[in-house]
Nanobody, 124 residues
Framework: VQLQASGGGLVQAGGSLRLSCAAS????????MGWFRQAPGKEREFVAA????????VYADSVKGRFTISRDNAKNTVLLQMNSLKPEDTAVYYC??????????????????WGQGTLVTVSS
């Protein structure tokens, strides 16, 4: 499956962005999906994940209550709605697909396919 992330950009602190991850090649319904991010000089970190059927969304503590992950399998798309953005949310955001991550949703190794990333910059 090929993944294409989009929707990044420059936003002021407190603002919102919606990231989209479009899949091609295979139905997205076959995969659990995750979002990760990597800030300059830092390691890639888990942001959010959602099961293949839209169930059990999970979030990193740093984004809980501000970000919402959702999916539309009919449109082969996964979304990440980001509200109340902070400068520390600045990073390249990646979507990823895994056959079944079980309880390892926060581990990059649980995912088999990755998108190219989209840059989110939050100014103070």
């Amino acid at each position: 499956v090929q993944l294409q992330a989009s929707g990044g950009g420059l936003v002021q602190a407190g603002g919102s962005l919606r990231l989209s991850c479009a899949a091609s090649g295979r139905p997205l319904s076959s995969y659990d999906m995750g979002w990760f991010r990597q800030a300059p000089g830092k390691e890639r970190e888990f942001v959010a994940a959602i099961r293949w059927n839209g169930g059990s969304p999970v979030y990193a503590d740093s984004v809980k209550g501000r970000f919402t992950i959702s999916r539309d399998n009919a449109k082969n798309t996964v979304l990440l709605q980001m509200n109340s953005l902070k400068p520390e949310d600045t990073a390249v955001y990646y979507c990823a697909a895994g056959t079944h991550y079980y309880n390892k949703y926060a581990m990059a190794s649980a995912y088999d396919y990755w998108g190219q990333g989209t840059l989110v910059t939050v100014s103070s």
